[in-house]
């Protein structure tokens, strides 16, 4: 079993930074894949961006590309979100998930791969 909690939500004007972390505790060992995803209220869940444990290659969504960065302290078993340039749309709760199969990146993405998620994070955005 994987436990997984985040922090770091948080509200913020429109152009301004957060960084969300997630701690993961249990049997990490088995972890292939970390990601991170959000919801906003009344839409569908979304991935952001996912890591390979083992080779810490990354994939980004295009709601994420070029203005969000995940990173992984191995060590310390944290997974991090790194947001800039925020804007209202990206006003959500955010989730960070884990899973333990080998897969592919599409079932990664759409969180289907994923066997562990996060309670989430409140993200608020304002212009």
């Known amino acids: 079993q994987v436990r997984l909690v985040e922090s770091g939500g948080g509200s913020v004007q429109a152009g301004g930074s957060l960084r969300l972390s997630c701690v993961a505790s249990?049997?990490?060992?088995?972890?292939?894949?970390m990601g991170w995803f959000r919801q906003a209220s009344g839409k569908e869940r979304e991935g952001l961006a996912a890591?390979?444990?083992?080779?810490?290659?990354?994939r980004y969504t295009d709601s994420a590309k070029g203005r969000f960065a995940v990173s992984l302290n191995n060590a310390e078993n944290t997974f991090d979100l790194q947001m800039d340039s925020l804007d209202p749309a990206d006003t959500a709760k955010y989730y960070c998930?884990?899973?333990?199969?080998?897969?592919?990146?599409?079932?990664?993405?759409?969180?289907?791969?994923?066997?562990?998620w996060g309670q989430g994070t409140q993200v608020a955005v304002s212009s």
């Open positions: 249990g049997y990490t060992s088995q972890l292939q894949y």
């Open positions: 890591i390979i444990v083992g080779t810490g290659e990354t």
């Open positions: 998930a884990a899973g333990t199969i080998i897969t592919t990146w599409t079932h990664v993405m759409s969180g289907r791969g994923l066997d562990y």
